[in-house]
């Protein structure tokens, strides 16, 4: 394993490619990557990278965003059937259909969504800005896509009226109401997060909720020695990491997403060495979808750095 993490530095370097991995990715994928972060924070990162190779250790929503957002750099899958099944709970001819139901309302796609998609909506949003993002917008109505449940969380922290779609994520939703409430009893102490991915009925017993990088926030920030984390396994390296000191337990043991668990040592070598399973869109679909991806990016008042 050794020479292999060791392949991967020289060749990055070679290949002048920055590798941008998720919070949920494998512990030696988030070890050998430049930047490591949630959804929002590689988006931006991808907006600004210098090196002319991006390698996004991530699911295949997350390399199409790179690829949206630097349209000039050449952006790598490790393994291209990493996919989101929530992103794929929201077909694009279902979308154009739901629209006409809804006139007077704007449209909101989590990023967790395909670039078609993306190409028919008025701004995206990650779980770390989606209030923000709801917020600046004009219209009472908002229709939200795909995710029910960040939907839901929405609702509760914003006057507008918001129009669910009914996607969700298979693995936050695996988490059940009896293991909330065995951690509870068993670490009375230690307060309980999740992620708004989650169910109401979960996000109801915790006491914070929120995306993975505000996650790694507060595990810095908190006084707490030891906390319950409801999210995909791979953030506990991350929180362990940023926060040595605290002990991290997963809320469930279920919470594995095999996409993001597709890229390994030997796909991200092979990727550089060939620079194979390159993301590509049509330029059409990809300056539509660019365009609610940079207001998003917006919202915050970040500047799309150079492409
Ligand atoms: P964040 O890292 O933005 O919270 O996203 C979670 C997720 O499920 C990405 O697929
Ligand atoms: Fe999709 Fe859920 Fe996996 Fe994130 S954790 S990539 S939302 S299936």
Redesign the pocket.
């Known amino acids: 394993m050794y020479n292999k993490l060791e392949k991967i530095k020289e060749l990055k370097k070679e290949r002048d490619a920055v590798i941008l991995s998720h919070n949920?990715q494998m512990p030696e994928i988030q070890d050998v990557a430049d930047v490591v972060g949630d959804s929002f924070e590689l988006s931006k990162k991808a907006a600004e990278v210098k090196a002319s190779t991006i390698v996004f250790c991530g699911?295949h929503f997350m390399a199409e965003c790179a690829h949206i957002l630097a349209p000039d750099k050449t952006v790598l899958l490790p393994d291209k059937t990493a996919g989101?099944?929530?992103?794929d709970m929201a077909d694009v001819d279902d979308l154009i259909e739901k629209k006409k139901e809804h006139p007077n309302a704007k449209v909101v796609a989590y990023v967790?969504t395909s670039a078609k998609v993306k190409a028919e909506v008025d701004i995206c949003c990650t779980s770390s800005n989606a209030k923000e993002v709801v917020d600046s917008l004009d219209t009472e109505e908002i229709l939200f896509l795909p995710d029910k449940n960040l939907a839901w969380y929405i609702s509760n922290k914003t006057d507008k009226k918001i129009i669910p779609w009914q996607g969700y994520?298979?693995?936050?939703a695996r988490v059940s109401q009896e293991e909330v409430d065995a951690c509870r009893s068993n670490f009375p102490d230690a307060p309980i997060i999740c992620h708004p991915?989650c169910s109401p009925e979960i996000q109801n017993k915790v006491d914070h909720i929120m995306g993975t990088g505000a996650m790694v926030r507060f595990a810095k920030e908190t006084d707490a020695k030891r906390i319950i984390v409801g999210t995909?396994m791979g953030l506990i390296h991350r929180l362990q990491k940023e926060a040595p000191d605290k002990e991290f337990l997963l809320l469930s043991q279920s919470f594995v997403?095999s996409?993001?668990k597709k890229t390994t040592p030997d796909n991200l070598l092979y990727v550089l060495e060939n620079m194979e399973n390159k993301i590509t869109l049509e330029p059409e679909i990809r300056e539509r979808a660019k365009d609610s991806l940079v207001k998003m990016l917006e919202v915050r008042g970040e500047a799309i750095g150079s492409r």
């Open positions: 949920y699911v989101c099944p929530m992103a967790n994520c298979i693995t936050h991915e995909e997403c996409n993001m």
